[in-house]
């Protein structure tokens, strides 16, 4: 390509690049304008070069990149755009929801002209009530495992082996042994056993407000003596034997004192073998709270009567 057609095209180059970067250009109405400065250009001596031409087409192209990536970003903005609208339109919607139900909670309100203040005194009394009751069962809990400790510490060890002492749901269980207590088949109390029987009979004369109930228990073996004709006997006089005895010999007043039998009813282990039905005859000492105190609370217990509440 001779010097003059490098000129030709390289200034046809840079007119239509200038002439696409005017505003408002159209290829049909310029297309004279075209022709008109390529014909001057022809009669210049001069002509940018080659060099020239490819940045200035490099920059054309980075320029039409860069346009479409606008483009680009304006669709992204704008569907953006929709979508927090449509989150818009939607918190607005569960506004009025909103604003709806506590309007219609209000009419509710003042339609059924509720008296809130006595609610809350209700509230208030019912929570008071109920604290009491649980300071009075914790007060007698620490009661008795504070008897529970004491009787403990006051047998040996040798009495401690036929002597099982447990609070269990606000009780006291003081179980002993039957060969401890009787011979077999015998419901007179042995002598050795008063030596435990007074230190039983020491705590519960320290907490007077207690409770004392003497639970006799057996095996499943029949018994056979002439004057006691069943288990249900043994076990009932058994208990009335050491009923007796706290009260003649140790001074226990007999109106917190109940006795009773459970025969062979009341297992705590199998009758199948000489273990289990050895720890089956037993004579238990349970002591419970009085109840006094408690009724008390049951007869202060707040109204629950809803009606008042309109």
Request: proline share 3%; hydrophobic share 35%; charged share 25%.
């Amino acid at each position: 390509m001779g010097a003059a057609d490098q000129t030709n095209k390289c200034g046809m180059a840079l007119i239509e690049y200038r002439v696409y970067k005017l505003p408002g250009f159209n290829v049909m109405k310029t297309k004279g304008i075209l022709l008109i400065l390529a014909v001057s250009l022809l009669s210049m001596t001069g002509c940018v070069t080659h060099k020239k031409y490819n940045l200035l087409q490099a920059d054309y192209n980075a320029s039409q990149v860069a346009l479409a990536e606008s483009r680009s970003d304006a669709a992204n903005l704008k569907s953006q755009l929709e979508s927090c609208g449509a989150a818009n339109r939607e918190l607005k919607s569960q506004y009025d929801t909103l604003q709806r139900t506590l309007y219609q909670s209000v009419l509710a309100s003042q339609s059924g002209n509720v008296n809130i203040s006595k609610l809350v005194d209700q509230i208030n009394e019912s929570n008071g009530y109920i604290r009491r009751l649980v300071e009075a069962k914790s007060k007698s809990d620490s009661l008795l495992m504070v008897l529970s400790n004491n009787l403990t510490r006051s047998l040996d060890t040798n009495e401690l082996k036929d002597v099982d002492v447990k609070v269990l749901k606000g009780v006291v269980y003081i179980s002993l042994a039957d060969n401890m207590l009787f011979r077999s088949g015998s419901y007179e109390i042995s002598p050795n056993a008063m030596d435990i029987l007074s230190k039983i009979a020491k705590i519960i004369k320290d907490y007077k407000n207690y409770s004392v109930l003497v639970e006799g228990n057996t095996d499943n073996v029949p018994i056979n003596r002439t004057n006691i004709r069943n288990n249900w006997d043994l076990s009932a006089l058994r208990a009335s034997s050491v009923v007796q005895v706290l009260q003649n010999r140790f001074d226990v007043d007999p109106s917190r004192l109940t006795a009773g039998g459970r025969g062979e009813y009341n297992p705590v282990a199998t009758n199948d073998t000489p273990e289990g039905r050895q720890l089956n005859r037993r004579t238990q000492i349970i002591i419970t709270p009085s109840l006094d105190q408690f009724m008390d609370l049951i007869d202060k217990a707040p109204d629950t009567d809803s009606s008042d509440v309109r």
